[in-house]
Antibody, heavy 126, light 108 residues
Framework: QMQLVQSGPEVKKPGTSMKVSCKASGFTFSNSAMQWVRQARGQRLEWIGWIVVGSGNTDYAQMFQERVTITRDMSTSTVYMDLSSLRSEDTALYYC???????????????????WGQGTLVTVSS | SSELTQDPAVSVALGQTVRITCQGDSLRSYYGGWYQQKPGQAPILVIYDKDTRPSGIPDRFSGSSSGNTTSLTIAGAQAEDEADYYCNSRDSSGYRWVFGGGTKLTVL
């Protein structure tokens, strides 16, 4: 059964960095694509970026381009999202989501991001 | 600002049909999808590739698309369908993704 387990809640000071992890199981990690999405309390979903796990290729939303890095560790089936220069507006619940069949049947393209982690609450406060 | 535009709130009487829409230029080129999110829960994918339901999603949920608009229709809305609904698609670059602002569905 597909599962994404994220790291625990964090409290960070403004100007520092955070690193959230997302450990995958129940599917072939190297065939997948993973995205990161955040949601401030009472606000809309906000797309941050994604990684094609097999190639390591990434793309980021323009508003995060300068501050975010998404990486993966094939040995532990884990994806990481680093966000730097934190400010209070970055306080949110951060989700990872997987398309476990990004590469399937000899072709690679987004099918569906239908497996989500439980979310990681990051609070940025002085 | 979001490149996908949704009505902030929609209501429907129990058992009736409701359509939730999402507009954006990128929808002329890329399929949209829909997520349902209930309070305190992670989003659940209910429609992808414009009109495909993941397994386990009731068939009262359907999707369609025309021009720059993608739509989610719930036929015979149930109380448990009360939630926020977000559309999702690639942005105009084609390499990145974007969510709509979300629509709060109230079942009366």
């Amino acid at each position: 059964q597909m599962q994404l387990v994220q790291s625990g809640p964090e409290v960070k000071k403004p100007g520092t960095s955070m690193k959230v992890s997302c450990k995958a199981s129940g599917f072939t990690f190297s065939n997948s694509a993973m995205q990161w999405v955040r949601q401030a309390r009472g606000q809309r979903l906000e797309w941050i970026g994604w990684i094609v796990v097999g190639s390591g290729n990434t793309d980021y939303a323009q508003m995060f381009q300068e501050r975010v890095t998404i990486t993966r560790d094939m040995s532990t089936s884990t994806v990481y999202m680093d966000l730097s220069s934190l400010r209070s507006e970055d306080t949110a619940l951060y989700y990872c989501a997987a398309d476990p069949q990004y590469c399937s049947g000899g072709s690679c393209y987004v099918r569906k991001f239908d497996s989500w982690g439980q979310g990681t609450l990051v609070t940025v406060s002085s | 600002s979001s490149e996908l535009t949704q009505d902030p709130a929609v209501s429907v009487a129990l058992g009736q049909t409701v359509r939730i829409t999402c507009q954006g230029d990128s929808l002329r080129s890329y399929y949209g999808g829909w997520y349902q999110q209930k309070p305190g829960q992670a989003p659940i994918l209910v429609i992808y590739d414009k009109d495909t339901r993941p397994s386990g999603i009731p068939d009262r949920f359907s999707g369609s698309s025309s021009g720059n608009t993608t739509s989610l229709t719930i036929a015979g809305a149930q109380a448990e369908d009360e939630a926020d609904y977000y559309c999702n698609s690639r942005d105009s670059s084609g390499y990145r993704w974007v969510f709509g602002g979300g629509t709060k569905l109230t079942v009366l």
